[in-house]
């Protein structure tokens, strides 16, 4: 069984900087696309950054584009986004999802496993 353990939020101004982890377990990650998808209070879960199995193709939502970056480290069973320009707009719970298979989607329904979240809270 798949296990997903988010880690590295916070409370952070606009501007600033915040890098999440997600630590993957349980099976090979290499066999898994990944993502990362959030939800603010009130609204629904939505996709922020995919990337494929190998780490060789990313995708990111537009209100993310340019200022967060995914990435993964195969050999330590490990994801990351890197989010930099914070907004308080980006405040969120944010997941990290394990998907079987070299292809990453958008798609929340797409992903098999899923991490608790992490809180990231960016102040004004």
């Known amino acids: 069984q798949v296990q997903l353990v988010e880690s590295g939020g916070g409370l952070v101004q606009a501007g600033g900087s915040l890098r999440l982890s997600c630590a993957f377990s349980?099976?090979?990650?290499?066999?898994?696309?990944m993502g990362w998808f959030r939800q603010a209070p009130g609204k629904e879960r939505e996709f922020v950054a995919r990337i494929s199995w190998s780490g060789s193709s990313t995708y990111y939502a537009d209100s993310v584009k340019g200022r967060f970056t995914i990435s993964r480290d195969n050999a330590k069973n490990t994801l990351y986004l890197q989010m930099n320009s914070l907004k308080p707009e980006d405040t969120a719970v944010y997941y990290c999802?394990?998907?079987?298979?070299?292809?990453?989607?958008?798609?929340?329904?797409?992903?098999?496993?899923w991490g608790q979240g992490t809180q990231v809270t960016v102040s004004s």
């Open positions: 999802a394990a998907r079987r298979g070299p292809i990453p989607t958008s798609r929340d329904v797409s992903y098999d496993y």
């Open positions: 349980g099976r090979t990650f290499s066999n898994y696309a």
